[in-house]
């Protein structure tokens, strides 16, 4: 689903996923992982916001914030969720980098007295109840391991697009210097996510 103007889609939902106790429901899971962030035409983040006057400050702090939560929360899932050494290694990480960049973010906007704004139309909140509520719901296993890297190499695929675009719409100089600071982080997770990924083909 793309939504109008400037909405960022940062989180989907694998609503195809119930359980994962065959090969039939390992393709689901990862076939709706792709849906939800990788497909062209299904959620990958906005790049049309000259169109529509471009993202404000405020977006870009809610994206941001977003974003980070929604890694978190994930990450979180997996440490305890998650079957291989690996996975459960990875979702520490990124919770603890992603924790740094949320309290990173937040200082900055407590210091530039912007309050997060989400954009017009965005949807992301309740897709990112239902991509958690898919995660928490489906059983444990190697299939739940695949799936949750599948969806986070399509995640920060797309994160780090719409960080492209945030930079460029950008008006303050260390909002702008966070999201540069911000995407080295955000490619080294998609480099160890799809390193991951080849090992479970």
């Given at each position: 689903m793309k939504l109008s103007g400037n909405s960022v889609v940062l989180m989907?939902?694998?609503?195809?996923?119930?359980?994962?106790?065959?090969?039939?429901?390992?393709?689901?899971?990862?076939?709706?992982a792709g849906m939800a962030m990788g497909s062209s035409t299904a959620a990958a983040p906005s790049t049309e916001p000259a169109a529509a006057g471009g993202l404000t400050d405020a977006n870009i702090v809610w994206i941001v914030s977003m974003a980070n939560k929604g890694e978190i929360e994930r990450g979180n899932i997996a440490e305890t969720k998650g079957t291989n050494?690996?996975?459960?290694?990875?979702?520490?990480?990124?919770?603890?980098?992603h924790t740094a960049l949320e309290t990173e973010a937040q200082a900055l906007a407590a210091k530039l007295g912007v309050s997060p704004m989400m954009p017009a139309?965005?949807?992301t909140e309740m897709m990112a109840k239902q991509q958690m509520d898919t995660?928490?719901?489906?059983?444990?296993?190697?299939?739940?391991?695949?799936?949750?890297?599948?969806?986070?190499?399509?995640?920060?695929q797309g994160l780090l697009e719409t960080a492209k675009t945030a930079i460029?719409?950008?008006q303050n100089?260390?909002?702008?210097?966070?999201?540069?600071?911000?995407?080295?982080?955000?490619?080294k997770?998609?480099?160890m996510a799809v390193a991951m990924q080849k090992k479970m083909m």
């Amino acid at each position: 689903m793309k939504l109008s103007g400037n909405s960022v889609v940062l989180m989907g939902a694998m609503l195809l996923a119930t359980a994962c106790g065959d090969k039939k429901d390992e393709n689901a899971m990862a076939d709706s992982a792709g849906m939800a962030m990788g497909s062209s035409t299904a959620a990958a983040p906005s790049t049309e916001p000259a169109a529509a006057g471009g993202l404000t400050d405020a977006n870009i702090v809610w994206i941001v914030s977003m974003a980070n939560k929604g890694e978190i929360e994930r990450g979180n899932i997996a440490e305890t969720k998650g079957t291989n050494a690996e996975v459960k290694n990875y979702g520490k990480m990124v919770v603890g980098e992603h924790t740094a960049l949320e309290t990173e973010a937040q200082a900055l906007a407590a210091k530039l007295g912007v309050s997060p704004m989400m954009p017009a139309g965005d949807q992301t909140e309740m897709m990112a109840k239902q991509q958690m509520d898919t995660f928490n719901s489906t059983a444990k296993g190697a299939a739940w391991d695949k799936a949750y890297v599948d969806y986070e190499v399509t995640y920060h695929q797309g994160l780090l697009e719409t960080a492209k675009t945030a930079i460029g719409a950008a008006q303050n100089a260390e909002l702008k210097a966070l999201l540069e600071k911000a995407a080295p982080v955000v490619q080294k997770h998609i480099d160890m996510a799809v390193a991951m990924q080849k090992k479970m083909m």
